[in-house]
């Protein structure tokens, strides 16, 4: 297992490149869902803007 | 077979189809990277040449196609846009830039780290590595663009005019080791040679290109459903949403 992760001494190497992609990708999934739920949040307001105010009859 | 494919370029009905193709695409991709990551770092023999240092090949090729076909595809759907003035396709062009800055970036800091040990270099400016740099540049400057501009179909016409500007890049990213003599080498699978390593690595290399291709559709699906909601919010449509109306 240890011969494994060192690669024959090029381990820093493999394991830099193949580390960083992975967490590009998580960074990416995260981006995506924070986004929707700013998104998703954003779109709720708006429709409730939207309908009917049930105390604006009272003014 | 009467599938009327235009009804997919409205954005109220491409919502719920692209909500149902991401987890396919997700899965398939978490599948392929699995395997692909298995032949590629456990199954492949060593190289004769390069020992061990060339199992980057199987993230650094993949990312590097990615990163040219995204690009390719970007500017498509911006062509569409711009001719047919389609709102769905200049969302799927604002779609794709994210995840192609991302596959850029993955082809050159794995390029950087296969260089190191291969070259004695993280970098030179050889024409392959600059190229591809700028291919970067162009999808930051995209998505830079549509940042500034505060119309979204301003902005769409504005980054279909840069992003098919920048479609020249791509031949010159791809002949690049032809044309100039590089440091980076040449073509190792192309459509017109028999590929020039054993078929254990190749298949490798496929399964993780199968793999990045499913992903970046999942990533691209899933930013384009954000990008509709964001944009048709004022729709009556969005309002009726399932994920809109749970807590309105």
Redesign the interface.
């Known amino acids: 297992m240890t011969s494994?992760f060192a690669?024959?001494?090029?381990g820093f190497?493999?394991w830099?490149?193949?580390g960083?992609?992975v967490l590009?990708?998580v960074v990416?999934?995260l981006?995506?869902r924070s986004?929707?739920k700013a998104?998703?949040a954003?779109?709720?307001?708006?429709?409730?803007d939207?309908?009917p105010d049930p105390l604006a009859a009272t003014e | 077979m009467a599938i009327n494919w235009f009804r997919f370029s409205s954005p109220a009905a491409f919502y719920p189809l692209a909500g149902k193709l991401v987890p396919w695409f997700a899965g398939a991709a978490a599948v392929l990277t699995a395997i692909g990551l298995y032949i590629g770092?456990?199954v492949a023999p060593?190289d004769f040449q390069q020992?061990?240092?060339y199992?980057?090949i199987f993230?650094?090729v993949p990312?590097a196609w990615m990163s040219m076909f995204l690009y390719v595809v970007m500017a498509g759907w911006s062509a569409v846009a711009l001719g047919y003035n389609t709102r769905l396709s200049a969302m799927m062009a604002q779609a794709i830039a994210?995840?192609g800055a991302?596959m850029t970036?993955?082809a050159l800091?794995?390029g950087a780290?296969?260089g190191?040990?291969t070259w004695g270099t993280y970098w030179a400016w050889d024409a392959r590595m600059t190229s591809e740099l700028i291919l970067l540049f162009l999808y930051l400057g995209v998505i830079a663009l549509r940042n500034a501009i505060d119309d979204p179909r301003r902005a769409d016409r504005a980054c279909g005019v840069l992003a098919l500007t920048g479609v020249v890049n791509i031949p010159i990213i791809y002949f690049s080791v032809q044309w100039w003599n590089t440091l980076h080498q040449g073509a190792t699978v192309s459509l017109t040679k028999a590929p020039a390593m054993a078929s254990i690595m190749l298949t490798g290399m496929l399964i993780m290109s199968f793999a990045a291709w499913f992903?970046a559709i999942a990533?691209c699906l899933?930013?384009l459903?954000?990008i509709i909601?964001?944009r048709e919010?004022?729709a009556a449509w969005?309002?009726q949403?399932p994920?809109?109306?749970?807590?309105?």
């Open positions: 494994f690669m024959n001494g090029y190497y493999i830099s490149a193949y960083i992609a590009a990708i990416e999934i981006l995506i986004h929707r998104v998703l954003q779109a709720r307001s708006t429709a409730s939207a309908a | 770092l456990v060593t020992g061990e240092a199992r980057i993230l650094h990312a994210p995840s991302l970036l993955i800091t794995s780290f296969w190191r040990p992903y990533a899933a930013r459903r954000t909601v964001e919010r004022g969005i309002a949403l994920e809109v109306k749970a807590i309105a």
